[in-house]
């Protein structure tokens, strides 16, 4: 999808009201204001939105305003919620001016616990956990999981080799369906809670952009005084 430049204002732009489910997921707001498609001018017209977006499995950058600050979203689906018509004027900035390829952004999912903690892990189904299942789950920190997987292969090792392919492959296929889940369970065990979608080129640049919408978030697996000392570092 190609983007179309604008300058570094646009008259208008369309504000999400109240986001129905998929909006809800993403972790939309009623307010939110979207300041780009790939890069390129958001025509105030939900309309032209929806026929702009209307290509299944091919989704698109789109960059949303909060209280001044941005961010972007992967989604190839216009309904996130009503939209309407806002004529303020909108400083494009980051976001808007130079073309975006959705094709280098990722979306990852975010969940943070009210003390500022929180955790990460792609939307997308992790390849790992279907090619070497306890390294995927080590570096997940789902210690419950690593331990039932060791067990099973600890039971079936007398089986002989025949078996243990059978039941490796058969252990690597649940995980690499059920690892988003397992993950997610795991994190709302321990408090955190679903804060929405990100969409970023690097991993880096994700912590980056959670600690701008948050200024109080913590990443869970670093110790606070470290991540005390990376946020005065500007890391």
Known sequence: MSATPFP???????????????????????????ISVNGGA?????????????????????????AGHRWFILSDNAALGAWRRDGTPVDL??????????????NWEVLR??????????????????????????QMHLWGPLAIWAALVLVGWPVGWPAMLALHAILSLYFWKAGAALWRADRLARGLAPDGVIATRTERELHRRI?????????LHVPPRLAAAAVVDGG
Not at 101 to 106: C, G, K, Q, S
């Open 8 to 34: 570094e204002t646009q008259p208008a732009s369309l504000v999400l009201g109240r986001p129905n489910g998929l909006g809800q997921r993403f972790g939309l707001r009623e307010g939110d204001r979207l």
């Open 211 to 219: 600690r701008s919408l948050h200024p109080e978030a913590r990443y």
């Open 113 to 138: 616990a009210p003390d500022g903690r929180y955790d990460i892990q792609p939307v997308t189904a992790p390849v790992m956990a279907l090619l070497v299942p306890p390294l995927w789950l080590a």
């Open 42 to 66: 958001v025509a105030p017209d939900p309309a032209a939105l929806t026929a702009r977006l209307n290509r299944p499995g091919l989704p698109a950058a789109l960059c949303f305003e909060r």
């Open 93 to 106: 900035g980051e976001g808007g001016g130079a073309p975006i390829d959705p094709a280098t952004l990722r």
